[in-house]
């Protein structure tokens, strides 16, 4: 079964500093991923999906991903973070179950932005 | 833009009650998903469901069920709520052309008591 790894419970960061938080995965075949981001009191956004090819992906509001395949990470990163970007991240994996596929989340990085 | 809508943002029940969450989604998709989200925890799967009338186990399906008697809605029944039961529920739907994004709702947010 698939799972996924965020090391990285709470981050801290001033605004306008850059970001990068880890996610690690384990599943045997290529996988699909997902960054999600959670604002409080609400649902999850997608940021970002990797399913296939250019490992570097780039999603919503400034934020982008690498694929790694040789270290299972696929790190979320921001050049310059701002205030608004406090919220819970979250990581997930999708098995290859094709358009059925199934999403295993990480337990999430709270992000703090001090001004 | 999907929506995904749940009927309450917060709930709050008594121990051995029944309690129904339920969830629509406005594109038609195929696939609905609920799960539970716990400080620490992270976002664990409930039940899911593929298509009107079919449902299938999660991670966690343990006294919870499930109903899809129409493609826009899944609904989650806690049999006989418990204490333990208390988290927030996010409902989230898929469609099935490729490999699409999965959308969720805004959540309820359930207190037993």
């Known amino acids: 079964a698939q799972s996924v790894t965020q090391p990285d419970i709470h981050i801290t960061v001033s605004e306008g500093a850059s970001l990068e938080l880890r996610c690690n995965y384990s599943y045997g075949a290529t996988p699909y991923l997902f960054w999600y981001v959670q604002s409080p009191g609400q649902g999850l956004q997608l940021l970002l999906k990797y399913f296939s090819g250019d490992t570097l992906v780039q999603g919503i509001k400034g934020f982008e991903a690498e694929f790694k395949r040789s270290q299972s990470s696929f790190n979320l990163r921001k050049p310059s973070v701002h205030w608004s970007d406090a919220a819970e991240y979250f990581c997930a994996v999708g098995d290859s179950g094709g358009s059925n596929y199934k999403l295993t989340f990480g337990k999430g990085t709270l992000l703090t932005v001090n001004p | ?113």
């Open chain 2, 1 to 113: 833009d999907v929506k995904v809508t749940q009927s309450s943002r917060y709930l709050v029940k008594r121990t051995g009650e029944k309690v129904f969450l339920e969830c629509v989604q406005d594109m038609d998709h195929e696939n609905m998903f609920w799960y539970r989200q716990d400080p620490g925890l992270g976002l664990r799967l409930i039940y899911f469901s593929y298509d009107v009338k079919m449902k299938e186990k999660g991670d966690i399906p343990e006294g919870y069920s499930v109903s899809r008697e129409k493609k826009e809605r899944f609904s989650l029944i806690l049999e006989s709520a418990s204490t333990n039961q208390t988290s927030m529920y996010l409902c989230a739907s898929r469609g099935t052309q490729g490999l699409e994004t999965q959308y969720f709702g805004p959540g309820t947010r359930l207190l037993v008591l």
